[in-house]
Every structure is written in structure tokens, then in C-alpha cells.
T-cell receptor, first 116, second 112 residues
Framework: NAGVTQTPKFQVLKTGQSMTLQCAQDMNHNSMYWYRQDPGMGLRLIYYSASEGTTDKGEVPNGYNVSRLNKREFSLRLESAAPSQTSVYFC???????????????FGSGTQLSVL | SQKIEQNSEALNIQEGKTATLTCNYTNYSPAYLQWYRQDPGRGPVFLLLIRENEKEKRKERLKVTFDTTLKQSLFHITASQPADSATYLCALLYNQGGKLIFGQGTELSVKP
């Protein structure tokens, strides 16, 4: 049981380049999330998807787009990378739809992204 | 907006002692509060959840308390071991908006 799988693990981009971070979960979870983690800032929610076919903005959505391709997969796209997007990105999933009382999250191992 | 404060300074303790980590929040109380463990280079791993109507929750050597008057949660690890060394994150879910908000984490180091 792989859980939540993120690719790639590391990526270096030049300013203005684009890329897509991939995330897949094999736990049949309804909800999926993208967070970024910066030193001293904690985890901040970028986008989330309460169920297949829906996506919503989180706390820091600017500069990002997402696609909930199917129930398993949720990708995060940087259209024109900026140095401010240098961070560690985590994908997560949870069982119920958003707002339910059991929002225990399962996280992937993260993508270390550097934008030069 | 809601703010969560965890001790930004690392906590260093001796093996066998009890580690106590603090999570403070502002404004109104969350529906529930969670604690996660994060090891370097890894994603957070869920440990415990405590609801607003619960005062205390235990799991093996872990204990979490939730004081809505003080707007604070305490996370205790009894009989700590070097393997408990990690960063511990608290996260709060508020009914309004349903967003899970994370603190910045506290690094715990347990010395043998």
C-alpha cells in the first residue's frame, strides 16, 4: 500500500519556466490537498479538492493551478515559476468530504522545488 | 484571521523525561485539534485528534490536552526516547470554512 505518492522529489527551475507536480493516492480518499512548507511559516494550503471534479482555493493560490484528474490524482501546476515559489510542496489526502469531523490527513513525502 | 503559535525554539530534553509541547490559538475555538509528527525530509504523520468537547486524549506514551478557556493544547510524550526526536505540528479545524490550519511546528530533540 503506497499511500500518497508525489513526483518528482527534487526539481530546480529557472524563473519563468513551468512544471507540474504530480500526486496520486491509492487509499480511495475523496479529498486531496496541496500545501507548501516554508521555514517558520508552517504548512500553508494552496488548493484542495473535496471530491472528484471539484477544486477550491486555499490560503496561497496565486501563481498555481490544479487539476483533479480523477479520484486518485491531483496535480499542481506552476505556469511561470518565480523565486518566491521556492519551497517544499506536500500533497495530502483524507477520507471524507471537506468539513466532516474526521479530517486526518495522509501526506506524501514532498517535492523540494528551487526556482533560480 | 486565526493564528496558531507553537514554540519556535527547539526543545531539548533528556531521555526518560516527559516532553511537553504547546500550541496556542487566537479567537474562537476550533472544532478539533490534531497533532502530527514530521521527520526531516518526510511528510507529516498523524498522531492524535482531540475534539472541542474533550479535555484529554491518550495513545500509548502520548497525551494531548485541550483547554478552550486558555485557548491552548498541550502535547506530552512520557518516557521520551531519542527516536521521538522530530518536529511536531499542531493543526486546527474550524467549523467555518472547514480549513485545516497548521502551526509552524516545534522541533524536539531527545538526548540519550
Amino acid at each position: 500500500n503506497a499511500g500518497v505518492t508525489q513526483t518528482p522529489k527534487f526539481q530546480v527551475l529557472k524563473t519563468g519556466q513551468s512544471m507540474t507536480l504530480q500526486c496520486a493516492q491509492d487509499m480511495n480518499h475523496n479529498s486531496m490537498y496541496w500545501y507548501r512548507q516554508d521555514p517558520g511559516m508552517g504548512l500553508r494550503l494552496i488548493y484542495y479538492s473535496a471530491s472528484e471534479g471539484t477544486t477550491d482555493k486555499g490560503e496561497v493560490p496565486n501563481g498555481y493551478n490544479v487539476s483533479r484528474l480523477n479520484k486518485r490524482e491531483f496535480s499542481l501546476r506552476l505556469e511561470s515559476a518565480a523565486p518566491s515559489q521556492t519551497s517544499v510542496y506536500f500533497c495530502a489526502s483524507s477520507v471524507p468530504g471537506r468539513g466532516a469531523t474526521n479530517e486526518k490527513l495522509f501526506f506524501g513525502s514532498g517535492t523540494q522545488l528551487s526556482v533560480l | 484571521s486565526q493564528k496558531i503559535e507553537q514554540n519556535s525554539e527547539a526543545l531539548n530534553i533528556q531521555e526518560g523525561k516527559t516532553a511537553t509541547l504547546t500550541c496556542n490559538y487566537t479567537n474562537y475555538s476550533p472544532a478539533y485539534l490534531q497533532w502530527y509528527r514530521q521527520d526531516p525530509g518526510r511528510g507529516p504523520v498523524f498522531l492524535l485528534l482531540i475534539r472541542e468537547n474533550e479535555k484529554e486524549k491518550r495513545k500509548e506514551r502520548l497525551k494531548v490536552t485541550f483547554d478552550t478557556t486558555l485557548k491552548q493544547s498541550l502535547f506530552h510524550i512520557t518516557a521520551s526516547q531519542p527516536a521521538d526526536s522530530a518536529t511536531y505540528l499542531c493543526a486546527l479545524l474550524y467549523n467555518q470554512g472547514g480549513k485545516l490550519i497548521f502551526g509552524q511546528g516545534t522541533e524536539l530533540s531527545v538526548k540519550p
